[in-house]
């Protein structure tokens, strides 16, 4: 009879946590660096030389206004992802699980959106924000945003492994079929649309290309915006280089410890079904 040993499991721990190390350390080597002064720049210091004077810096100086670009993000990030998880659930709920026609031909063009660069279509978006009256405001950051063909394709995939049986004893017991998606169905997508919701916090925080597209002012400028557009002020200056990508990529990480959990049940159930 065999038997299953682990004498190799020692190695994957080890391989494992050395992987994890090499995506780790430049990070840390960012965070030291913001929180040294320049002349230890490339050198290890004792914690008493530690300061956060950086970020002070960043956020006292009337030259630039990083809590009014630390806002805008939030806003925009929020309402990006506040209306993905209405308006894809919604869409790939039809796609799986009604019958209504075109759906075939419907579900292939959100299909084929995956395929084309977001760059090919920016100008257009452009034309179409401008022609609204929407450059230079929330509505123009936010609204084209709303949806995205690859979480609708991967939220479809989850609804389609949903027993019908389901929907059948939810409208026995008098739901419409709109009650039955946000009352039965809603809630047992939730590891994917936290997967759903960590992509697209991600996506939005860190845009640089559409919101210097649609945001030209200053008193609209998101974050990644506006510490590109000081960072020749500080080229020569290391640690206020570094402070301003940790303000840039630190909420991501938070973001995304707080639901890593899910987000790996969520990409373990998403794309394999259908």
């Keep these: 009879m065999l038997t299953r040993t682990n004498n190799g499991r020692p190695f994957l721990y080890i391989g494992t946590i050395i992987l994890g190390l090499l995506f780790v350390l430049p990070f840390l080597y960012t965070l030291y660096t913001s929180i040294i002064p320049m002349r230890h720049v490339n050198t290890l210091t004792s914690p008493a030389n530690w300061t956060f004077e950086n970020f002070k810096i960043f956020f006292t100086n009337d030259a630039y206004n990083v809590p009014r670009w630390f806002l805008n993000t939030v806003i925009m990030t929020g309402a990006v992802v506040i209306g993905n998880l209405i308006i894809n659930p919604m869409a790939g709920f039809a796609l799986a699980k009604l019958n209504f026609k075109g759906k075939g031909l419907i579900y292939w063009i959100v299909v084929a959106t995956m395929m084309v660069p977001y760059h090919m279509i920016l ?152």
């Design 123 to 274: 100008i257009p978006v452009y034309v179409n924000v401008a022609q609204l009256g929407w450059l230079n405001t929330f509505w123009g950051l936010t609204v084209p945003f709303l949806y995205q063909g690859l979480y609708i394709f991967m939220l479809r995939q989850f609804f389609i492994s949903v027993p019908n049986e389901f929907l059948e004893a939810a409208r026995m017991d008098g739901l419409t079929k709109m009650g039955a998606f946000w009352r039965i169905v809603y809630p047992l997508a939730r590891s994917s649309l936290i997967t759903m919701s960590i992509l697209a916090f991600a996506g939005t925080w860190n845009s640089y290309l559409v919101p210097s597209t649609l945001a030209n002012t200053p008193e609209m400028y998101v974050l990644v915006v506006g510490l590109n557009s000081v960072k020749d002020m500080f080229f020569e200056n290391t640690p206020m280089i570094m402070a301003g990508v940790v303000l840039s990529t630190l909420p991501i990480i938070l973001f995304f410890f707080l639901f890593q959990r899910q987000y790996i049940e969520g990409i373990s159930n998403a794309g394999v079904k259908g």
